[in-house]
T-cell receptor, first 113, second 112 residues
Framework: NAGVTQTPKFQVLKTGQSMTLQCAQD?????MSWYRQDPGMGLRLIHY???????DQGEVPNGYNVSRSTTEDFPLRLLSAAPSQTSVYFC????????????FGPGTRLTVL | SQKIEQNSEALNIQEGKTATLTCNYT??????LQWYRQDPGRGPVFLLL?????KEKRKERLKVTFDTTLKQSLFHITASQPADSATYLC???????????FGSGTRLSIRP
């Protein structure tokens, strides 16, 4: 198993540009989530999904969209990038229950100029 | 809103000593507290989970406690080694929700 994969690893955007961060898992996990990590602020939950076709907002959803058309993929879309979205983004997945082990991807480092 | 806090940004201890990290939560008790390790440039890795009705959980040199009176979880690494140097994150979740909310982390450094 490849586990949780994220692409790209690094990205530089200009203010106002749009892009999609990709996340995929091959473990047949129902639950997937996106976090952003900023210095001194730990991981903050952006959006999560409990299964294909179901998504919900986390702590900091503004400026981000998600969809879950398949169990494997959970892309994160930035419609109009802002400098405040400069961060490291992590995708995570688990089978379903909150007690299941959560696996994280390697992260995407995004810089918005 | 529920918050989870790790009061120490950084902790430096001597090799061989026990490292103790603290995680505090506000308001009502989470059903589960989790601890993760994160190395620079990498995603977090799950270490341990403790349930609200459990006082203590162990895994090799790691021990986690859950004190609902103090609204606190302690994470211990016994016989610490330089290889234990990393950032440690605690996280809370509730049985009625799927979200896992993280604290800001404590950077642990073990000096030889």
């Amino acid at each position: 198993n490849a586990g949780v994969t994220q692409t790209p690893k690094f990205q530089v955007l200009k203010t106002g540009q749009s892009m999609t961060l990709q996340c995929a898992q091959d473990m047949n996990h129902e639950y997937m989530s996106w976090y952003r990590q900023d210095p001194g602020m730990g991981l903050r939950l952006i959006h999560y999904s409990v299964g294909a076709g179901i998504t919900d907002q986390g702590e900091v959803p503004n400026g981000y969209n998600v969809s879950r058309s398949t169990t494997e993929d959970f892309p994160l879309r930035l419609l109009s990038a802002a400098p405040s979205q400069t961060s490291v983004y992590f995708c995570a997945s688990r089978i379903g229950d909150p007690t299941d082990t959560q696996y994280f991807g390697p992260g995407t480092r995004l810089t918005v100029l | 809103s529920q918050k989870i806090e790790q009061n120490s940004e950084a902790l430096n201890i001597q090799e061989g000593k026990t490292a103790t990290l603290t995680c505090n939560y506000t308001n009502y008790s989470p059903a589960y507290l989790q601890w993760y390790r994160q190395d620079p440039g990498r995603g977090p890795v799950f270490l341990l989970l403790i349930r609200e009705n459990e006082k203590e959980k162990r895994k090799e040199r790691l021990k986690v406690t859950f004190d609902t009176t103090l609204k606190q979880s302690l994470f211990h690494i016994t016989a610490s080694q330089p290889a234990d140097s990393a950032t440690y994150l605690c996280a809370q979740s509730y049985s009625s929700a799927s979200k896992i909310i993280f604290g800001s982390g404590t950077r642990l450094s073990i000096r030889p």
